[in-house]
C-alpha cells in the first residue's frame, strides 16, 4: 500500500531520527534488560539464598550454588559493562579491547563487594521487619516487600556508580522504580538500617544523603527545589541540589522534602507537606490541622 | 580469579547469611510466584470469564471452561497452600502428610466461596461505572481498569487470610501493589460496591475496616498513626491501628488518614490532607486554600 | 469433590455471570494484550531505532529494518483494531468483512501517521532531557526514563483514539500506567516538548487540555472535581471536566489540579496543594508554611 | 558491506524465487507446522486422555476436559483446514468467506470422527502389546511406541485427506515422520489391529492397501516400482502403484515390496528381500541363505 | 454444533475409553518426557563437562557445576523415579510415603554409579573416533555423533532398568531413538568400547549381550527370530530371544541377525544379509554376488 | 547425603574427565546448537521466502525480509563462525581479534554464495517433484519434503566447509540427519538435481562424489569398504574411500554401494544389495530372486 511505502521511506531518512536514533559501536550491543534482570536476579539469589533462585539450597550445596551463580554473575556483568562503557563512549576512540578488559576488572571488584552489600542489606531487613507490626517474619519480608526489592537495586546499581559504569545503574533502579514504584537515583548516598513503608510514589534524587536508620513512607519526594542555568539556559548537570537527612529521620507518606537542606538527627516531617528549609535536629514538624466546610 | 573464589567463600559461610537464607523443610518448596500468577489467572477467568483466560467461552461451553479451570486452580492451590503452611512451620514438627490433607481442605473451602466472591466483585464493577464518567462500558471496566485487578487480588487474598492461609495472601496483593501501584492489605476489611479510581499510590493498612459503597482516589492512605513497642521495643504485632471508614464514605486524592478513628458514614474527605481525628457522619473536610507567592 | 462439583455448577450458571462475561461474536476474539505489547514494542522501535528492537541497525540497513517492522505493525494492528471494532457492536450487526475493511482503513492511517509522532516525541525527548541535571544524555532518557514510555504510548493511544478505535487505546495506556505509575487517559489533549519528572501516580484525565512546554513532577493529579448526573444519578458521559494547561506551566510533585479550570500560560503550581480555581497566567502558587509542634 | 548489499539486492529479484517463493493470498497464511502440532497434542490427548494432555483426568473430570480440547481442536482445524484450502486454490478465486465456512464444515466432520478413530487406534493399542514381548502393560505402549504416534498421526491425517484437506494432511504424516523414522502417506488406506516393531526407515506408499491384522518390522518399504509417464516425460499423478497387503500378512525388517502386487491373506515375508511380484495366501517366502568367505 | 458436542458425549462415556486412559493415582503424575528430557540433559552434562550444559565450565569451577548439576539431578530423579514407581503399581497398595523413600534411595544409587558411567562412555567416544576416518577430535565425537547421544541414553536407562525403575527406561531410549533413529532397548547388556556408525535404523532387542569393542553400523537388526506364545495365544514375556555378540564383532549395514544365536568373538557379518544361525568366531560371513539384467 | 557428596567429588577430579572435557578458550563458548538452528532457519527462509520464515512476504516488501534476514545471518554467522574457529585451534595461539576478523570475511563470503544455493536448490526442488508421482506441486515439495530440508542443509554446510569453518558444517548435517534420518556428509560433493526419496536410512560418505541428475531411495548407503590403519593402528583419515555416482545414477532402497567404486553414468542400482565392485554406465544390477520355503 502506498501509505506504508510512504511512511517507511519517510522514516527512513536519516534526518528524521537525528538525535532518536542509537549508532553502536561495531560489535557492541546496548545494554539488554533482559540480562540485566538476570543480573539482578543472581545478585538477589547470592544475597537471599532460599528466597530468590533454587529455593532447595542447603548448608550441604551452599558452596555450589554460590559458586555457579557467582560466575554467572561475573560473565553476564563483563558483557553488561562492556557496552555500558561501550555506550558511554560511542563517539570517541577506545578500542574493544581495552572496554574489554576494563569491564572484566569492574566485574570482579563488584564481586569483591557482595559480602558487604548482604551485610547492609540485612540491617534493611531488620528495619522494615522492626518498623512493621503487620510483617510476620523475616522470611515474609523478604519474599513480599517491594522495599526489599527496590533498595537491593539500589545497592547494587550504586555499586556500580561508584565503580564508575555508566548507563546500567539507572536502568537498574528504574527496573525497581517499574517493579516497586520507589524511584531511588543510584547516585544516591544511603546508609544502613534504611527502610520504607508501602513506598508507592517515594523519589529519592541524585545527591541525596541519607544518614543511617532512616524511614520513609509512600508518596515522599526528596527532591531538588530549582537548579541554576548555564549560559545556554540549559540545567548545569551533577550540582549537589537534594537534601540530607541525617540518622533516625522519620518522613511521613506524601511529604516534599526539597533542595539542599539538611533534615537533622532523630527529626520527624508529617505526611502532606511541603518543606524546603532546614528542620533541626529531633524537631516534628506537622501540616497545620485544617477542617473546612465547603 | 582470586577475588571471585574469595567472594563465593565469604557468602557461603553460614554466618554470612543468618536470616537472610530459607532453610525449606526436606521435599517443600517455597510457594512460587509464577504458581501464584497463574492461581490469580485462573481465578481472574473464572470469576470474568471470556474476559480472562480463553476468550472464546460461551454458554454452550461454559461447564467444561469452568470445570477445568476449577480442577486446575484446586491443583495449583493445594501445592501453594501446602507451602506456605509449610513456611509457617517450618522449625516444627507436623508431617507432610498432615500439611498435604489441610492443604486439600483448605483449597476446597476457598473454590467453594467463589460464587460469593463473584457477587461481591460484580458490585465493584458496577461501582467502578457508574462512578467514571470516563467509562464506556462493563468490559471496558473489566479489562483495563487497575482497581479490579486490585481488588480481585485482595479478595481472592482476603478469603485465604482468613481461612488460616500464610503468607500467600500477602504475596497476592503484592503481585497487584506491583502492578497497579494500589497496595490492600489481605487483612483488611472491605465491603461491597467498593471503588478505587485511578489508584496509584493507595495504601489500605492491615486492619482497617470499610464498609459498602466506598470510594477512593489515587494516593489515599489509610494507615497507621503510631503503634505501642513491647518492652524489648520492638512494635506490638495485630493490634488495630488503621482507620474504620463507614458506607458511602469518599476519599479524594492524596488524602492521608491514619490511627483507629472513624470517618463516619456519607462523609467526604478532601484531597492532600492529614487526618488524624474522627470525621462525624454526613461532614465534608477540605484542604484550606491557601495561595502565596513566593 | 462435591465442593468442587457444586462450585462449577454454580458458576456455570448463566445468571450468575450476567454482566462479567464477554459473549464474543462468532469469530472475533477480544484484543489480546500479549498482542498490543508487541504493537507498542514495534512502534518503540520504529519511533527510536536503535534504542528499542533491533540494537544493531544502522543508516545502510534502516530501510530494512523500518520496511519489516512497518508491515509486521501493520498486520497486527489489523488484528487488534478489528477485535475493537467487534468488542464495540458486539450486539448489532455489521458483518466481519465490513469490519476488517474499516481496520484495515484506520491501521493504514495510523501508519501514516508515524512520522508526525516521532517528530513530538523528539521534543519530548528534549524537555526530559533539558529539564533534568541528572540526565547524562539523549540515550539515557530515551532507554530509561518512565516519561518516555508513558508519553510514547498516550501518543500512539491518542491517535487511535482520534481515529475513533475503541477500547485499545485505553489499554495501551493501562499497560504504561502499570509499567510506569503515569496514567494519562487517552483522550487528554497534549502539546508538544512535554514532560514528566519521576512520574508515579500522575493523573491525567479525559478532557484535559495541555499545552506546549508543559512540566509535571510526580504524584500530580489534573482530575475532575465533580460530575452532574443524570436524572437516573449515573454520571453523564462525556463532559469537559478537567483542567485546562496553557504553555509554559509547572506543577511540583503531588500537587491537585481539579475541575474545568484554567492554569495560564508560564503558571508554576507548588507541591501538595489542591488547587480548584482558575490560575493566572505568570502566577505561582504555593502551599502555607506550616510548623507545628505535636 | 558491499558483499551483503549485493547479496539482498540479487536475492530480492523477482526472476530468482520463481517458484520456490510463496505467494500468499490476501490474509492467509500458510499452514503453521506449530499449530498442527497442537492439532496433532489435542487430538492425541482426547483419544488418549490422561497419556497425552492433562494427566490427571479422572472419570469425573473427563466431560470437562474433553469439552475444552474438543473446543479448542474445533478452533484450531478451522484455522489451518482454511489455510490449508487457500494454499491449494492459491491463484484462483473462492472467497474468503466461503474458505471459512467450507472449512468450519470440514473441522465439524473431522471432530464427529473422532469417536471411531479412538475405536480403531484401540485395537492397533491391542496389536502392539499382543505382538511384543517386550511390552509390559498398554501403557508402556501408548506412551513410549513410535508406532503408535506415527499410526495415529496417519489415522488423523487420512480422515483429513479423505474429507479433501490439502496439504495439512502431509504435513502431519511427515511430522511423524521425522519423530519416528516411520513415513505413512496419509492416502494410504490401512485396517484396524494395524502395528510396526521398532519402525525406523518403514515406508508405505500413497496407494498402498492394507487389510487387517498386518504387522510390519522396521526398514519395511512398500513402494512403486516404476510409474508410467506423461508425454512430457513426467510422471502421471495418482495411478494405483504400490502393493495391497491382505489380512494377517507380516513383512519382517528391510523387506522391500514393490508395485501394484499382491500379498495374500496370511502371507509372511522375510527381511532383507526384494519383492514385486505377487505372494499367494499363506505363503512364507525367505532370503536365500548365503555364506561366503571374502 | 450438535456434532462436537456430541462427539464430546461419546467421548466421555467410560466404555469408550477403557485401556486408553491413566487412571493415576491421587496425586501422582505420570513420568513428565519434559523432565526426563532435563534428567538426560544434566546427565550429559555431568558426564561431559562444558560439551553439554554450561559450556564455560573449567578446573576452578568444576566442583561448583557439578555440585548443582548432581543436586538437580538428583531432586528430578526422585520425582520422576516416584511417578514410574506409582504407575507400575497404578492397582495396588503401597503408599506415597513408601514410593517416595523408595524413589530416594534408587535416585542416589543411581548418582553414585555416574562416575562408572562415565568411565565406560569415555571408551565408547574411543571406540567412535578410532573406528571413523571422518572424525576430526574427540570434541566432534562428543557434540555431533549420534551414536554418542543414543549409547548415553542407552547406559543411563540401562542403569535405572537394573535398579528397577519401571517405564522410565523406556522412554529414555525411545527419547534417543526419536532423536537419532537408534533403537536399543534399555533391557540388553552392552560391553565397553562399544560403537555404531551412521545408526538410523539400528534395533538392539530387550536380550541382546553385546561384548566389548563391538561395532555395528546403521540399519543393523539384532532382533527375535519369533517367540514362543502361552496357552492364549499371547507371547510369552522375557525369554531370552536376541543374539549374542561376542567381543570383537563388527556388523555391516542392514544386516539382521535373527533369535537366540551366538555370533563369535572377532566375526565379520556383512551388509544386507539375514543371519538366523550361530557364527563361528572370526568367521567373515557376506551376501553372496549377485548381479542380474532385468 | 554421603552418596551424592561422592560422586561430587570422584566426577569434579581432574583425572575423571580427561578428554571428556571441552576446555575453551577465554570468552570464547562452544558453537551453539541454538544459534545454529536460528542460521538453518534464516538460510531457508532467505532461499524460499515466504514457505520458511515470515509468510507475508511478497514483492512489494521482499527486499525489506530479505535485507532484515541477510543482516541477521551475518551476524549470527561471525559469532558461530568464530566459535568453530576457535574449537579448532583451542590448545595453539591466533588472538580473539584475528579469529573475529576471519569470521566476518568467511560471514560474507558465504552470504556472497547465497544466490547460487538458491539456483542449486531450485534444481533439487524440480527433480524431487518430477521424480514423485504424490507430489502435488512445488509448493508441497518446499513444505513437506525431508529430502529438501536434508539437501538443503547440506549445501549450507558444504559451502561452510568448503570455506575452512571447522565443526559447524557437521553438526549442521547432524541436525538434518536428526530431523530426516537422513545423513549426508558436509564433505561429499553432490551435483544439481539432486533428490532422495522417503530418505529415512540414508547415509552419504565423506569423500562421495555424486554427479547431476541423481536419485536415491531410502536406506541407501554409500559408504567406505575398509580404511587403511596407520602404523598405531587408527584409520588414516582424509583418504579417498567413498563412491562416484556419475550423472542419472538411481540407486534403489536399502542398496548399499561401499568403496571407492565408480557407478556409471545412468546405471541403476536394485534395492537391497551391496555392490562393491564397478558398475558400467547404463547397467542395472539387482538383488537374485530368491524365494525359499522355511
Known amino acids: 500500500m502506498q501509505i506504508l511505502t510512504d511512511a517507511v521511506e519517510q522514516l527512513s531518512e536519516a534526518s528524521s531520527y537525528t538525535g532518536l536514533c542509537h549508532h553502536h559501536r561495531q560489535g557492541q550491543p546496548l545494554p539488554s534488560a533482559g540480562q540485566l534482570e538476570q543480573i539482578v536476579d543472581l545478585a538477589r539469589a547470592i544475597l537471599f539464598p532460599g528466597y530468590f533462585g533454587n529455593s532447595s539450597v542447603n548448608a550441604q550445596t551452599m558452596t555450589y550454588h554460590i559458586g555457579v551463580d557467582v560466575e554467572r554473575l561475573y560473565h553476564l556483568l563483563v558483557e553488561q559493562i562492556q557496552a555500558g562503557l561501550a555506550f558511554d563512549v560511542s ?20 564481586i ?7 551485610r547492609t542489606l540485612a540491617t534493611d531487613v531488620e528495619a522494615a521487619y522492626n518498623g512493621d507490626p503487620a510483617a510476620k517474619n523475616y522470611g515474609e ?8 526489592r527496590a533498595i537491593s537495586n539500589y545497592r547494587i546499581a550504586h555499586e556500580l556508580l561508584v565503580l564508575g559504569v555508566p548507563l546500567i545503574p539507572r536502568i537498574i533502579t528504574e527496573m525497581a522504580h517499574s517493579e516497586t514504584g520507589i524511584d531511588i537515583h543510584p547516585g544516591a548516598t544511603i546508609g544502613h538500617h534504611f527502610t520504607i513503608d508501602h513506598g508507592t510514589g517515594v523519589v529519592i534524587g ?32 551533577g550540582i549537589a541540589r537534594h537534601p540530607i537527612l541525617e540518622d533516625d529521620v522519620i518522613v511521613y507518606s506524601n511529604a516534599t522534602i526539597l533542595g539542599r537542606i539538611t533534615i537533622g538527627k532523630g527529626a520527624v516531617v508529617g505526611g502532606n507537606i511541603w518543606v524546603t528549609e532546614n528542620v533541626p535536629a529531633g524537631e516534628r514538624i506537622v501540616q497545620m490541622k485544617v477542617k473546612d466546610r465547603d
Chains 1, 2, 3, 4, 5, 6 share one sequence.
Open 91 to 110: 563517539e570517541e576512540g577506545s578500542g574493544v579491547e581495552s572496554l574489554c578488559e576494563e569491564a572484566r576488572r569492574l566485574a570482579a571488584l563488584f
Open 141 to 148: 519480608v523478604i519474599c513480599c516487600y517491594p522495599a526489599i
Open 112 to 118: 569483591g563487594r557482595l559480602p558487604e552489600m548482604r
Open 206 to 237: 541524585e545527591t541525596c544523603i541519607i544518614g543511617n536508620n532512616v524511614k520513609l513512607y509512600q508518596g515522599v519526594t526528596l527532591g531538588a527545589k530549582s537548579f541554576p542555568l548555564d549560559e545556554n539556559g540549559n540545567p548545569i548537570k
